[in-house]
Structure formats: structure tokens, C-alpha cells
């Protein structure tokens, strides 16, 4: 069974910086995207950023530049390393997975193409 454990969010200063993580369990994930989205109240859950085996990276384009998305693949761990935030960037952080094969560059963000998603971890960006 797939699980997704995320942490490291919390309460930051306008400018500041976390660092995300998410540890997957389950199988091998040699084969799998994995992937950050973010979900701030009464609007929809948006793409943030997603990373391949090989290293490849993707990014929405509010958070080029500012994020960064990592992977180490012998701990099946994630990581979005966010820096200079925004009081925009307040949201629930949801990391997620999909295999490699089922998805395109043009299909990456959307979240109804990931198969499995984490409980969410909150980030609140004060100004």
C-alpha cells in the first residue's frame, strides 16, 4: 500500500523560507513523478512543482525561481525547498505521485492524473 507522509510546514514571515518534505512508502518508486500542490481555502488545489527519476523538474510559474523542487531517491523522499514566500503562498502542501508512464509534460499539472496523495501539511506566510 502507498502512503505519503508529509512535514515540515508551519507559520513563516513574508520573505522567509521551509523546507518540505514527503517520505513514500510502499514500492519502488524508480518509475514514478513525484509531484507538490497546494490547496488555499475556497480555491481550487493548483500544481506547485514536479521532479522525475531522472532528475527533470517542473515548476508553476508563480513559484519559478523561489521554489525547488528535490528528490533522494534511496530514501523515496521529496523535498520543496521554498524560499522568498508570500502571503499568497498560505495553503495546504500536498505531495503526490504518479507513474511515469501514465503522464506528459502537458498533463503534469493537473491533479486528477496522480494516483496517490499525502494528509497535506499546512504553510501560513504572514506579511
Known amino acids: 500500500q502507498v502512503q505519503l507522509v508529509e512535514s515540515g510546514g508551519g507559520l513563516v514571515q513574508a520573505g522567509g523560507s521551509l523546507r518540505l518534505s514527503c517520505a513514500a512508502s510502499g514500492r519502488t518508486f524508480s518509475s514514478y513523478v513525484m509531484g507538490w500542490f497546494r490547496q488555499a481555502p475556497g480555491k481550487e488545489r493548483e500544481f506547485v512543482a514536479a521532479i522525475r527519476w531522472s532528475g ?4 508553476a510559474d508563480s513559484v519559478k525561481g523561489r521554489f525547488t523542487i528535490s528528490r533522494d531517491n534511496a530514501e523515496n523522499t521529496v523535498y520543496l525547498h521554498m524560499n522568498s514566500l508570500k502571503p ?3 495553503a495546504i502542501y500536498y505531495c503526490a505521485v504518479v507513474r511515469a508512464i501514465k ?10 492524473e496522480y494516483d496517490y496523495w499525502g494528509q497535506g501539511t499546512q504553510v501560513t506566510v504572514s506579511s
Request: aromatic letters at 12%; charged letters at 25%.
Open 56 to 59: 527533470s523538474t517542473y515548476y
Open 88 to 90: 499568497e503562498d498560505t
Open 103 to 112: 503522464i506528459t509534460e502537458a498533463t503534469m499539472t493537473s491533479p486528477k
